[in-house]
């Protein structure tokens, strides 16, 4: 399977590291098996290390969510190319939300949350409960400051700051 999904490219460590996870997780791998065209696309179009460290990010939250056999996860539901979430996570018996996955590429602080918020507020629907993880290295998590960056962006949209938003 690891092969069909990478080319070639085992010796990436981000290639590595999914190819374990379809190696520990059947129910990942049959996921990594319905979605495999995505996935290559998103590897192939993944040209440097950082990008592919986004689609590892996105990938390693569908593998610790299908670790869970009550979860059923849905890939780029809203059909890929489009402007939406990349995952419907549904809980068995429950309501489903949406969950987008960013990862930021450099340190954290209130400045730099406007960059992955705004694009990715953009993709979620209004009319469904959505989740916005925001992957991050290391231990760089403690260093953000999520309820400071929502009011900052309130704040400007209050001001009506139209160039800032436009600009994003």
């Known amino acids: 399977m690891a092969a069909r999904l990478f080319d070639g490219a085992e010796t990436d ?10 190696a520990g997780s059947a129910r990942f791998r049959a996921f990594a098996e319905a979605h495999r065209d995505k996935i290559r696309k998103k590897l192939r179009i993944a040209t440097d290390i950082e990008a592919r460290r986004d689609v590892r990010a996105e990938l390693g939250a569908a593998h610790l969510l299908l ?3 009550r979860i059923e996860v849905a890939f780029e539901a809203y ?16 309501r489903s939300f949406n969950l987008e996955v960013t990862r930021l590429r450099r340190a954290p602080g209130q400045a730099t949350l406007g960059g992955p918020l705004l694009p990715k507020l953009r993709q979620l629907p209004p009319s469904v409960p959505n989740v916005l993880l925001i992957a991050t290295e290391g231990d760089r998590a403690g260093a953000l400051d999520l ?3 929502a009011h ?12 800032f938003f436009l600009t994003r």
């Open 13 to 22: 460590p981000v290639a590595e590291d999914i190819a374990g996870w379809l």
């Open 67 to 69: 670790a869970d056999r």
């Open 79 to 94: 059909g890929s190319g489009k402007a939406g979430p990349d995952f419907t996570v549904r809980f068995r018996g429950e």
């Open 147 to 149: 309820p400071g960056a």
């Open 152 to 163: 900052a962006l309130k704040a400007r949209a209050d001001a009506k700051e139209d160039a």
